[in-house]
């Protein structure tokens, strides 16, 4: 049971825009920042948006972020068949004193 | 562009300590914060934890008590030990580097991993 809860799954078509959200508390995202990673299938971990919605050097600019209260969300536009993997959105927890992560979301592009 | 090499031993029997280091190829190491996550078979990632060049740590409280993570600035490394080590502790290992402003705690910078597998 992770602390930031994720759909396990989401899905759409080519071309079309997704939103992936993040499910957190007033210890974690509602008091820090939240960030978003990729997991594609044997690469390392990519850093896509870091601070709610800036995005790193080297990442696409098809990947933004949100956060209001105590939720957050990362959106895809112009989805495209490279963009499935697995994505997590992470914070920094007050109550726990550490970095929690979500549980993922495996994006399907149909 | 900096880049995180990292090593160690990647077969263990229960009950032994896992001993990994991560080497960075920058000049700017003492300028940033440094952690270890981790990825379990089928599960997602775990924060370790975390250290800077002055040698600060902080913990996952879950793993506190087995967990060491130390830094040798001179050299441009920093390490993590974890003792006691069970099948539960089998995953992939990342040492990753903390973006500025270090309170967001993202890793913009990752190793290239190290599958530990802990069995007898």
């Known amino acids: 049971q992770s602390v930031l809860t994720q759909p396990p799954s989401v899905s759409e078509a080519p071309k079309q825009r997704v939103t992936i959200s993040c499910i957190g508390s007033s210890s974690n995202i509602g008091n820090n920042a939240v960030n978003w990673y990729q997991l594609l299938p044997g690469k390392t971990p990519k850093l896509l948006i870091y601070y709610d919605d800036l995005v790193p050097a080297g990442a696409s600019d098809r990947f933004s972020g949100s956060k209001s209260g105590t939720s957050a969300s990362l959106a895809i536009s112009g989805l495209q068949s490279e963009d499935e993997a697995i994505y997590y959105c992470s914070a920094w927890d007050d109550s726990l004193h550490g970095v929690v992560f979500g549980g993922g979301t495996t994006l399907t592009v149909l | 562009q900096m880049q995180l090499q990292q090593w160690g031993a990647g077969l263990l029997k229960p009950s032994e300590t896992l001993s990994l280091t991560c080497g960075v190829h920058s000049d700017s190491f003492s300028d940033f914060y440094w952690a270890w996550i981790r990825q379990a078979p089928g599960t997602g990632l775990e924060w370790i934890g975390e250290i800077n060049h002055g040698g600060s740590t902080v913990y996952n409280p879950s793993l506190k008590s087995r967990l060491s993570i130390s830094v040798d600035t001179s050299k441009r490394q920093f390490s993590l030990k974890l003792s006691s080590v069970t099948a539960a502790d089998t995953a992939i290992y990342y040492c990753?580097?903390?973006?500025?402003?270090?309170?967001?705690?993202?890793?913009?910078?990752w190793g290239q991993g190290t599958m530990v597998t802990v069995s007898s």
């Open positions: 990753a580097k903390v973006i500025v402003p270090t309170a967001t705690r993202a890793f913009d910078i």
